[in-house]
Structures are given as C-alpha cells and as structure tokens.
C-alpha cells in the first residue's frame, strides 16, 4: 500500500474509535446536548434578532436577553403548568379514591357513587341490558387501577427527588451550552459545512429542513396547542366540569398530537357525561371541540408553520409516537426532525445523484410541500 492510503486508513480507524469513546463519555449527558441544541436552534431568530438592535452592544449583552427571554416564554410557564398538573393529578386521584364517610357528604367525586351511575346508563342499552354487571368486581379493579395511578405518582416524586444532583448537573450544561452556542451557532455552522464533502446546496437543504421542523414543531407546541387547550378549558367551564384547570392543562399538552389530540379527552369525557344523563354539559363540550378547538388548529396551523416543515399528517403522526416512545416528551420534536431529514434524503438523491432534475430545480423543490 502506498504511503496516502496507509495514513487515511489508520485514520479512518482512529476516528472512529475516538468517535466511539467520545459518545460513551457523553452519553449519560446526550439528552442534555441535544435538548441543548433544540433549544438554541429555537432562541436563535431571537438572538439576532437582539443582534440587529442598535441598542444592543456585542454578544454578551444578547445572549444575556435572550436567556432573559427563553426563561418568561418558555421555561418559567411551562414549569407552573406542570407543578399545576402534579398538584391537580395528585388531588383527582385523592378524591377518586375517597369513600364516602357514613353522615358526610365531602368528596368532589365518589367511585362508588360513579361505578353504580355508569353501571346503570349502560345496562340502559338495549344490547348490554342482559348483561349482569359485578360492581364489586368492576369497583375493585377501578381501585387498583387508581392505586397503580397513585403509586406512579409517588415515585415519580421520589425520582425527581433522588436525581436532584444530575438535575443539576443537567441544568448546568444545558445553560452552559445555551450560552456557548447561541452566539456562535453561525461560525461552527460554517466549520461544519466546511468539513462536509456534499456541495454547499444540499447542506443547506438539510440545515433549513431540521431547522424549520424544530421551529415549526416549537410553534405547534408552545402557540397553537396553547390556544386550543385554553379555549377548550372555557368550554370545560362552562360545561360545569370537576377540575376544569387540569383538563386544560391536560388539553394543552395532548394538542400537540396530530390529528388525534385533545380528542383523547373530549370524546370519553362527552360518553360520560351522556351516560350520567347531563346532555347540556355534554353538548358544549362537544360544540367546543368540533366547532371552535379544532378549527384554531386548522386555521393558525398552516400560517404559523412553514412549507418547508411540511410532513404527511400520517408521517407527522408516526414520528410524533415513535419519538415519544424513544426519547420521551422531546421526541416530540426529534420524531419529526429526523422523519423530515429522511425525506430530504430521498429527495435529494432522487433530484441530485440520480440528476432526474437540474440543482435549481431540486433546491426549490425540497422548499416546497412534498
């Protein structure tokens, strides 16, 4: 072998080995840099948007702001809407739970009194109307079923409590990268385009894709499903529902599913009321839902959310799922970012390796709605 293949051999090698041990090093701690870098590709419009200030005077001073910026719009709101939903789950499985005390009436909800009021609506049914129902049976799995809720709740408390240190460790590389990233995202961009061997036009196609998902799915999270949950909560309202904020809350976290969504609890939430007999209730739910949540949803999505993010609902839907199932909450954005680069690929090789269209045709192609 010659000289020049030898050394790019052990190269070869020896990068990858040091890629390898470099991923075990930081993989404890890879959540944290990708989150990391989410929200950096997120705060970044903000940045320079500070940057562009005549008021503002060098980098320091805007990172400072858009931290500043990052902590009211996004990290101290959604820190209170969970601690809210920790408190209001927490009472809801304590009152579901609750007997009713001989003499007394406390208890915003009684599982007996619910398990006899549903037995009775459904045996109502011409076709469940022979069907002897065991309550004590149907009552005891209810309990255990609301045990099991309880017991989660609980250690989900004792875990947060017990990886307090790596939370805080995790807190501190996440600001220490938000700070060292945020103003100089454009010079490392550049250095990586540089390494890159693909031509200047796909990498860009591949950077503005990832880019706009993430931004397009922060958009649908923290703007469009905000606005769904907290209108279907003044339907909850005025439909007279028991814990009407945690159902909000709950709404606005399940807005962020596609096609799905709020549904999960509308549509059980209107059979229980129906089957209760409280139709007035039942019908403004339902009225909000179909008439009013689902059309602001049809209606700001598409101007909110560029063309460039655009994914099949059905392919959204899919890596909406399966990143959650992954990653967890922020598979959310991961699922579809990753989805949206595998279909850049496919068009990319479609367009530029297997040049069934010329480079300027593909470049405004891959902008557009597949």
């Given at each position: 072998?010659?000289?020049?293949?030898?050394?790019?051999?052990?190269?070869?090698?020896?990068?990858?080995?040091?890629?390898?041990?470099?991923?075990?090093?930081?993989?404890?701690?890879?959540?944290?840099?990708?989150?990391?870098?989410?929200?950096?590709?997120?705060?970044?419009?903000?940045?320079?948007?500070?940057?562009?200030?005549?008021?503002?005077?060098?980098?320091?001073?805007?990172t400072a702001l858009t931290i500043i910026t990052f902590f009211f719009i996004i990290?101290?709101?959604?820190?209170?809407?969970?601690?809210?939903?920790?408190?209001?789950?927490?009472?809801?499985?304590?009152?579901?739970?609750?007997?009713?005390?001989?003499?007394?009436?406390?208890?915003?909800?009684?599982?007996?009194?619910?398990?006899?009021?549903?037995?009775?609506?459904?045996?109502?049914?011409?076709?469940?109307?022979?069907?002897?129902?065991?309550?004590?049976?149907?009552?005891?799995?209810?309990?255990?079923?609301?045990?099991?809720?309880?017991?989660?709740?609980?250690?989900?408390?004792?875990?947060?409590?017990?990886?307090?240190?790596?939370?805080?460790?995790?807190?501190?590389?996440?600001?220490?990268?938000?700070?060292?990233?945020?103003?100089?995202?454009?010079?490392?961009?550049?250095?990586?385009?540089?390494?890159?061997?693909?031509?200047?036009?796909?990498?860009?196609?591949?950077?503005?894709?990832?880019?706009?998902?993430?931004?397009?799915?922060?958009?649908?999270?923290?703007?469009?499903?905000?606005?769904q949950g907290l209108s279907m909560g003044l339907f909850y309202v005025l439909a007279?529902?028991?814990?009407?904020?945690?159902?909000?809350?709950?709404?606005?976290?399940?807005?962020?599913?596609?096609?799905?969504?709020?549904?999960?609890?509308?549509?059980?939430?209107?059979?229980?009321?129906?089957?209760?007999?409280?139709?007035?209730?039942?019908?403004?739910?339902?009225?909000?839902?179909?008439?009013?949540?689902?059309?602001?949803?049809?209606?700001?999505?598409?101007?909110?959310?560029?063309?460039?993010?655009?994914?099949?609902?059905?392919?959204?839907?899919?890596?909406?799922?399966?990143?959650?199932?992954?990653?967890?909450?922020m598979g959310v954005i991961y699922g579809p970012v990753i989805m949206i680069l595998?279909?850049?690929?496919?068009?990319?090789?479609?367009?530029?390796?297997?040049?069934?269209?010329?480079?300027?045709?593909?470049?405004?192609?891959?902008?557009?709605?597949?």
């Amino acid at each position: 072998m010659s000289h020049w293949t030898n050394r790019s051999l052990f190269f070869g090698f020896f990068f990858v080995f040091i890629t390898i041990t470099v991923l075990w090093l930081v993989w404890p701690y890879l959540n944290t840099v990708l989150f990391s870098i989410t929200i950096v590709v997120i705060l970044s419009p903000i940045y320079n948007y500070f940057q562009r200030r005549t008021w503002v005077r060098g980098r320091i001073l805007s990172t400072a702001l858009t931290i500043i910026t990052f902590f009211f719009i996004i990290a101290i709101p959604v820190t209170l809407l969970l601690t809210f939903t920790w408190y209001q789950g927490k009472e809801l499985v304590a009152d579901i739970s609750r007997e009713l005390r001989p003499g007394t009436t406390t208890g915003v909800l009684v599982l007996e009194d619910l398990i006899i009021v549903v037995i009775q609506q459904v045996q109502k049914i011409p076709i469940l109307g022979n069907f002897e129902f065991d309550q004590m049976a149907f009552e005891a799995r209810a309990r255990e079923l609301i045990s099991v809720a309880a017991k989660w709740l609980t250690q989900v408390a004792v875990d947060l409590g017990t990886s307090l240190p790596n939370l805080l460790i995790d807190l501190f590389l996440f600001f220490g990268f938000l700070i060292t990233l945020l103003p100089t995202a454009g010079p490392l961009i550049q250095s990586i385009k540089e390494m890159t061997p693909l031509e200047d036009e796909i990498f860009e196609i591949y950077l503005k894709k990832s880019a706009l998902m993430i931004r397009s799915m922060f958009v649908g999270i923290f703007v469009v499903s905000f606005i769904q949950g907290l209108s279907m909560g003044l339907f909850y309202v005025l439909a007279g529902i028991p814990y009407a904020a945690l159902w909000t809350v709950l709404s606005i976290a399940l807005a962020v599913l596609p096609l799905v969504g709020i549904s999960f609890i509308v549509i059980p939430m209107a059979i229980i009321l129906i089957l209760k007999g409280d139709y007035v209730a039942a019908i403004i739910v339902l009225a909000g839902f179909y008439g009013f949540a689902t059309w602001i949803d049809n209606l700001l999505r598409p101007k909110l959310v560029p063309q460039g993010a655009y994914l099949h609902p059905m392919l959204l839907l899919l890596s909406v799922f399966g990143g959650m199932a992954v990653a967890g909450l922020m598979g959310v954005i991961y699922g579809p970012v990753i989805m949206i680069l595998f279909v850049t690929t496919l068009d990319v090789y479609r367009h530029y390796f297997l040049s069934l269209d010329k480079p300027g045709e593909a470049d405004s192609e891959a902008a557009s709605p597949a």
